[in-house]
Each structure stands twice: as C-alpha cells, then as structure tokens.
C-alpha cells in the first residue's frame, strides 16, 4: 500500500486492514521519494519531501474481500500553507496512474482524517494546500491606518487645489491635482480591494471546509482559486500605480525645466500633452500585459493566476526559475526603476542648484533660511516619491530584517497623501490666511452659549462671504505676494514652481 504524503514531515498514520485467519505475514516498505509512481495527471508543485509506504500480505495474494481503513493526521507548516483538500487514490496498474475507483474519505474525529478503500491494492492520499502568506497584525493596521491619513489628506490638497487654481495659473498644479487623484484612487482600492474574498475559507487546521463527497484527483498538490473580481482589482491597482509613478515622473521634468532651463519655455499644449502621458501610457502598458498573458494561457481556466497572486489582489510573485517571464518584473519593477532613477537624478540637480543655493534668476532677493531649504527639500522628495527605493530594501532573504525595512517602508509611502498635504498644502499662506479665518469663526462661535437673531444673521453672513471669496482667493495672494523688494506682482511660471515647493 504505497502512501504519499506531500508534506516535510511524515504525517501521523494508523492503517486498520482486517486479515484473514490464513495470513502468514504482513510487511512494509518505506519509499524516500515517488520516482516509481510518476503520475501524468497529479504534478506536485512544491518542495514538499514525498514518502511512498507499501505493504505486502501472504506472498502479494490479494484478497477482494478486504478493505483497508487509513486514519491520518498531516502535519506540515501551517505558518506557510494551508490543508485544502485531499483524495483518497490507489495505483491502477493497467494506466500506470493513480485512480479513485472503490476509495472514499471520511470525516475524522480529534482533527484527524480518514480514507477507506474496499479493495488492498496500492493506494495512497493524494493532498492539495493553499499558500498562506501571514503577516504581522500590526503591520496590516499599521498600513490601513496610514493610508487612511492619505486619503484624508490627498482628498483636502485636491478640494484647495482646485478651488485656488486661479491663483497659481501654472501646469505645477494640474501635475500635483493628478498626481493625487491617482494617488487617491490608488489608496482606497488597497484599502478596500487588496485582500482576496477567497481567502482563508479554510483555516489552518480545520478540516470541517474540505468538501469530503468530492474525490476527484487533483491536478496539483497546491490549489489556487479563480476570482475574476481579485483580478479585476489587481489590474486597477496594477493601473493606478503605474499612474502615480508616471505623473511623480512628469512632475520631475517639469521641475526641471522651469527651474534649471527656465529660459526655455514650456511647449505649447504642454498640459494636454502631459496628460495623455500620465494616464495613457500605464493604460497600455497593463493592456499589453493582460494580453500577453491571456493570449498565452487563455485556455486556462486558471490564467489570471498567472498575472496576480492568490491571497492578495497584487501582480504574482515570480518563481526563481521564471523570473524573466514575470509580469511583476516588466510591467512594473523596471518601468518604476527606470522612473525612480530619473527622479533621483532630477532631485538631486534641483536640491544642488536651486534649493540649496541661491538663484540668480528668481525675482525673489530674500534669504531663506536653512529649515526652509530642509522643507523644501523634503516638498520636493516626497512629490517624486523618493521614498519608494526603500521597497529593494524589502528584497533581502533575511525576514527578521524584512520585517524591520518593512515598518519603514510603511511609515513613508502609506502616510506619502498627509506628507503632500502638510508639505503643499498647510504650509502656503493661502491656506493659513483662511484656516486662520475659519477657526475665528469657530471660536467666535463657541464662545458665546446663546446668540441673539442679529448675531446669528451676522455669522451667517460672514460665512456666506468668505465661502464666495474662495473663487477669488488670487486677490488675496497677490497681496500677500506683495512686499517692497518685488518689482512685479505678476510671478513668472518659474517663479510660481519655485513658491510651490
């Protein structure tokens, strides 16, 4: 009775076969691996070590009239994968394969599990495991309540944006209004999309899911679970990333030429054609890659598998031997590489020449002063999205470090929507002249208990004008803008990309 286990470590096994009064002798064979029963419809995947146990009664005479009982409990490393489901099979001799025919599963008791064939010839348990990818708790909520903050933040700098473009009249904020609409999108499909339905329908351990009336053999001895919504969102994810990358990219190299080559002026339809860049571009390249992939496993039923992973609705992890077919790496590793290198070297031109010396070419004659450089420097790091390198450090094979680089890589990108909100936001003078005004109202509010009719009316009016001022929030910036050292109150559009950082 040969007996397969696909799993590291030998399953705890007790087989019960009833032997007739005239058995002379019965014997095991313990086989170390299965190069002897090479099946063509069952491939096992996985590294998993694979035990073959046979028996031989009474000079291989075999009884029709007998059965065999076989109660087992797998073990195996539940911190990696899952028990799915499992077949009860025998070796047919004539197709040289292994078959269902007279085996059934049963239901254990105490978390064990139970096969029953009515006949001893060679027969085994054929298992098939889910992958789970388990990560630390509090670093899924740590990530949640981190691009909570984005969205909050994100959805505040496109609302002030957009209501005081008239006072900037620069491409600067079309590119940072994109760059945080598809930042923005990017964060509530991760928030909301990123984990698998399909996951965790069994848990570990638990066997009371496996479907025990199904007997079929498996095709694999590891099971991945079409879900053609997990793979719509991962596309989108796929999408909008590649989206934020994109314009992170553009914002680059118009930094660069309105503030190193700012007597070059900007093409005509420069924003129109930006555009089509920033959200036409990725559409083709996620396109391409579906196709591909469809094109070459269409057949499949499983062939979205092929493009995302399994526990999570994010582009599939390649194996070590398919690391150049991967979509992971050429749809989304090296046009992302190519982009945070350019941005690298953008940034560090920017920071060398305009941030941290003074320029001949603004208008502005002030000194700035060394926190203002720092925080310039960081406006301008986190709009190129500087920060996402440390996702290599992520790479290493150590997981104690992994984890550790990890929490980092956490703490920068899913807080990157409040860092633009705080850095191009919060701190222009547009938005504290009315924060300052808003909390004024507030407090005038609060402090008194009850208001009289006149009183109420007054701050209602107060209110209406100051949110019919917002359109025209320019006037008030020009004035600000104004000081004795400005020769011109209109502000070039260099000028405006440099107030803007």
């Known amino acids: 009775m040969p007996v397969e ?32 029963f090479q099946s063509k419809t069952f491939t096992a995947k996985s590294n998993f070590s694979q035990k073959i146990i046979s028996s031989k009664t009474d000079e291989n005479e075999q009884d029709q009239s007998a059965s065999v009982d076989m109660v087992f409990s797998p073990r195996y490393n539940q911190r990696e994968f899952q028990l799915y489901s499992y077949a009860c099979v025998y070796w047919n001799l004539s197709t040289r394969d292994w078959d269902t025919y007279g085996c059934q599963k049963h239901k254990g008791t105490d978390g064990f599990l139970r096969c029953h064939c009515n006949h001893t010839t060679n027969f085994a348990v054929l298992m098939t495991f889910k992958k789970d990818y388990q990560y630390p708790e509090s670093l899924d909520v740590f990530s949640n309540v981190g691009c909570a903050l984005s969205i909050t933040g994100l959805a505040l700098t496109i609302v002030f944006q957009i209501v005081t473009r008239k006072v900037r009249k620069t491409s600067v904020t079309w590119v940072l209004v994109n760059l945080c609409i598809s930042m923005l999108i990017f964060n509530l499909l991760f928030v909301f999309g990123i984990e698998n339905s399909n996951k965790n329908k069994t848990s570990d351990g638990d066997i009371h899911d496996i479907d025990f009336k199904n007997n079929d053999v498996p095709q694999t001895d590891t099971i991945n679970i079409p879900n053609p919504t997990c793979t719509a969102i991962a596309a989108l994810l796929h999408y909008f990333l590649l989206v934020t990358f994109t314009w992170s990219a553009l914002s680059a190299a118009q930094l660069y030429f309105l503030l190193i080559r700012t007597m070059k002026p900007l093409p005509r339809h420069f924003i129109l054609f930006i555009s089509l860049i920033g959200w036409g571009v990725p559409a083709i390249v996620v ?135 705080f850095l191009h936001t919060v701190r222009t003078k547009i938005f504290q002249t009315e924060a300052s005004k808003v909390l004024t109202l507030l407090s005038s509010i609060g402090g008194k208990k009850s208001l009289s009719s006149v009183t109420r009316l007054r701050l209602r009016i107060r209110m209406y004008n100051f949110l019919r001022s917002l359109p025209t929030l320019h006037e008030h910036f020009r004035l600000l803008e104004t000081s004795p050292s400005t020769e011109d109150i209109t502000l070039s559009e260099s000028d405006k990309a440099k107030q803007s950082i």
């Not at 590291?8 to 691996?33: D, E, H, T």
Request: charge should be positive; include cysteine.
């Open 5 to 36: 286990m696909l799993f590291k470590k030998l399953l705890l096994l007790l087989i019960m076969m009833p032997l007739q009064r005239n058995s002379k002798a019965c014997g095991f064979v313990v086989y170390q691996n299965d190069k002897l």
């Open 287 to 421: 396109a391409i890659t579906v196709g591909v992939i469809y094109s070459q496993n269409g057949k499949n039923p499983q062939w979205e598998l092929d493009y995302r992973q399994e526990t999570i609705c994010w582009l599939a992890i390649p194996e070590p031997d398919g690391v150049t077919k991967s979509p992971l790496l050429w749809s989304f590793i090296v046009p992302v590489t190519i982009i945070l290198i350019s941005n690298v070297v953008i940034f560090i031109t920017i920071s060398i020449k305009v941030l941290w010396k003074n320029n001949q070419n603004l208008t502005s004659t002030k000194k700035v002063s060394s926190m203002r450089k720092i925080v310039s420097t960081l406006s301008v790091a986190v709009v190129f999205g500087i920060t996402w390198i440390l996702a290599y450090l992520m790479l290493v094979n150590d997981d104690s470090i992994r984890i550790i680089f990890s929490y980092i890589f956490c703490l920068f990108n899913t807080t990157q929507g409040l860092q633009i909100f």
